[in-house]
């Protein structure tokens, strides 16, 4: 760090300036104890945006009753799927990667002079802490960029809101832009068609229909004017335009649901077991939804899921990654990170 010309000796110093890439993620807890998974979910099931009843209705029951058996029966399925060699959970491993790797893209065409990091919306690391690393570097502007394609208020602009809760308690702000949802980015449908496109020409017999599995979300907020639910139907369109494929069915279906009011529908778990009730026998899992692999693809859909096709008479489940840290992915995201830069750098 440099103190800038004509300034007193003991001005603080200020280092060159640069433009900060911010990716953030959902979030993941410290931990599959008892006490990690507790501050987790405490944080996530707190936001108003995620549960938006009363706080005099919900708080008594989060306190009371989510928080005293939920944090076992999550963290044994986090513990399931847990990273043990890194001690974090597959999506902070798999977020490391996609920032490492947009990192180096992002290198290639602005050299030093852009910063990229992640942070997560509930857990570690934190937004503000993350914001103001950034800024301690020299960056004056900073892109955020949450890793969710479809817009949701729930996802989206919680991370947003929390962004701006960062930013209030700055003195000095840099400025900011937030990326869009990536719904319908061709870059995204193309990353997404060739992953499916791979995962079936290494299937032995292919298969009859393709699943959409989506996180779900109560119908109410897309009757409350939410765009989520349109923008993933329109996800699947695209992707069934893409792949051009004329003798395997893709549905869209909504999974993860909390709670006891109606949700999106068709539910993922209750298809799967109406389509192996049709004959369908071999069936194919992707969750455009998520940009990483986490607890909903790894425990969900090739657990509870997958359970539910073979139970009712299915005999081949095969769930498709998600598009994670590979390199058609990672240009994608370097590709909506060069668009909404334009103006601000080379």
Known sequence: MTSLEHTPSDHPSIPPEKVGVLVSNLGTPDGYGYWPMRRYLREFLSDRRVIDYPRWKWLPILYLIVLTKRPFTSGKAYR????????????????????????????????????????????????????RNLADQGCRRILFFPLYPQYSGATTATANDELFRALATMKWQPA????????????????LASSVDRAFSKMECGAEVLIASYHGLPKRYLLEGDP???????????????????????????QSRFGSEEWLKPYTV?????????????????????????IETLEEIQGEIKDAFISAGGEEFSYIPCLNDEREHIDALAGIVQRNLSGWIQ
């Open 270 to 294: 209750d298809e799967v077991r109406r389509l192996a009730g049709e004959g369908v026998r071999r069936l194919a899992v992707v969750a455009p939804a998520f940009a990483s692999d986490c």
């Open 176 to 191: 900011v832009r937030t990326v869009p949802a990536y719904f319908e980015d061709s870059l995204y449908v193309d990353a």
């Open 228 to 254: 989520y639910h349109c923008q993933c139907r329109k996800t699947t369109r695209l992707l069934a335009e893409k792949l051009g494929w004329s003798n395997v069915r893709i549905v869209t279906t909504f």
């Open 80 to 131: 399931s799927i847990w990273n043990e060699e890194a001690d974090e959970s597959p999506l902070l491993s798999i977020t490391k990667l996609q920032t490492g790797s947009l990192r180096e893209r992002l290198l290639e065409v602005y050299g030093s002079s852009v910063a990229v990091d992640f942070c997560m919306r509930y857990g570690n690391p934190k937004v503000s802490s993350v914001l």
